[in-house]
């Protein structure tokens, strides 16, 4: 184990990294960068950048291994299925080409002194936890989603049967691990159901990544052809099964004056698009760059997080704290009990509305149209909910902490201030859309 002071060998497998800006890759990133300006020797075990389109990025079509330095990471890359279909077979073909190409090809460096894997790739988790008994060395996951409960509510074919076998492998890779970190108390009872001591999670919340919105708001709708006087309601991110993006479209077929905006990108794009049958109201825009991205969600009048009703407790979506940095009024079309749910209400920055229930979404919308006034108070909640527990800086020294406890140091109190929180305790946000059928 490495000396308290001394320079650090930490090997982080993530089957998402830069330059994928979506889900989990900015976290993984930002994680592994943090470790290299603070000096550490950092290697990253990644797939090739496919998400959220599903689509593998044309530079890596004929890659199958590649090592690069990004910012100070060595970051090693490992071919892997990229399904453009999501079924559990595809899923578990994913998974298995993520497992095998790690285990065959192991990142070339020396021995480290722990080893931390961000789930759910069941690939990747398993990778992690085989290098790090091999060497004899802390293994520690932080878990994003869980692949097993994201199986059996996700709706895809063979669902229930990928929901025990990924179960089992998920209980497998996280009863091996030193510590387990986990990004929302909602998984804490899931985590500890699978075998894990509940002494042994931790919570250690995702953190908002993006900047603050530089424009105002009236020139940056003018850039985008929206009309002052017109209702935008706007979804960033995957378009998954699980979104159940439906709703939206529905919700533009009730109510023409209302222009919504699905951005981004996803498997089921094109289901949308034909669904939509060219209503003029949706509008299907491409990912925005980084440097947009904050002013294109602060230029909409509301921001929708939609997920199906059967899903529940075990995803909480990547979006969420960019809305609230935004400053935009979050309308969550979301099941009540979920994890999604108790982050808008916890930041008082939203509204929750039942799951794939258009009207009750669009008359919502329709209400905050018409009072500015409240719309711009719930917005102006978001940021400083991001203030008081979601800044960059919190998150890496969750992070650190736990990296540390593992490495032997003791347990820190969390701050006074809330940003960090027992397991159970309420608190903190993820961000994560990596369950089957993303």
């Known amino acids: 184990m490495a000396e308290s002071g001394a320079r650090r060998r930490l090997l982080l497998v993530s089957t998402n990294y830069a330059p994928e800006h979506a889900g989990i890759g900015p976290y993984a990133t930002q994680i592994a960068e943090h470790w290299a300006a603070n000096g550490d020797e950092v290697h990253v075990l990644a797939g090739m950048p496919h998400y959220p389109a599903w689509r593998l990025d044309p530079e890596y ?9 990004r910012a100070g990471v060595s970051v090693h890359r490992r071919k892997h299925l990229v399904p453009p279909r999501q079924s559990a077979v595809t899923r578990a073909l994913f998974e298995a080409t993520v497992l095998g190409h790690g285990l065959l090809a192991p990142p070339a460096m020396d021995r480290p002194d722990a080893v931390i894997a961000q789930m759910p790739s069941l690939g990747g988790g398993l990778v ?3 290098i790090a008994r091999r060497h004899g ?10 692949m097993g409960a994201a199986a059996a509510q996700s709706g895809i074919r063979g669902g229930g049967r990928a929901a025990s076998a990924a179960g089992a492998v998920e209980a497998y890779a996280l009863k091996r691990a030193t510590l387990v970190g986990v990004i929302h108390e909602s998984f804490v009872a899931k985590v500890a159901a699978m075998g894990v001591p509940e002494e042994r999670i931790r919570l250690v919340p995702n953190w908002s990544h993006v900047k603050r919105p530089s424009r105002p708001r009236e020139e940056m709708r003018a850039r985008l052809g929206w009309r002052p006087n017109q209702t935008v309601l706007l979804h960033s991110g995957n378009m998954g099964l699980k979104q159940g993006l439906e709703v939206l479209v529905e919700a533009a077929r009730l109510d023409p004056a209302l222009r919504v905006v699905l951005m981004g990108d996803g498997n089921q794009r094109e289901h949308l698009r034909s669904l939509a049958g060219g209503l003029p109201n949706l509008e299907f825009a491409p990912p925005a760059d ?6 294109m969600l602060a230029a909409a009048d509301a921001l929708a997080v ?15 704290t960019s809305y609230f940095a935004a400053g935009r009024p ?4 979301v099941a009540a009990e979920g994890g999604t749910a108790q982050e808008v209400e916890r930041s008082e920055a939203g509204i929750v509305v039942p799951p794939e229930d258009p009207r009750a979404l669009l008359d919502v919308v329709r209400a905050l149209a018409d009072d500015p006034g409240r719309a711009d108070a719930l917005g102006a909640r978001g940021p400083e909910y991001v203030d008081a527990h979601l800044s960059r800086e919190a998150g890496l020294a969750r992070i650190d902490a736990l990296l540390a406890e593992a490495l032997g140091a003791p347990r820190e109190t969390p701050p006074e201030d809330g940003e960090a929180r027992e ?8 961000e994560i859309e990596g369950a089957v059928g993303k």
């Not at 079509?61 to 330095?69: G, L």
């Not at 980084?290 to 002013?295: K, L, M, N, R, S």
């Open 128 to 130: 992690g936890a085989r």
């Open 330 to 333: 979050v309308v969550a079309s």
């Open 423 to 430: 397991p159970g305790t309420a608190g903190g946000t993820g």
């Open 290 to 295: 980084d440097d947009a991205f904050p002013d």
């Open 61 to 69: 079509a004929r890659v199958w291994r590649t090592e690069e330095r």
């Open 306 to 320: 939609t997920q199906r009703a059967s899903v529940l407790d075990m995803s909480i979506p990547s979006k969420l």
């Open 137 to 146: 060395v802390p293994y520690i996951p932080v878990v994003q989603d869980l």
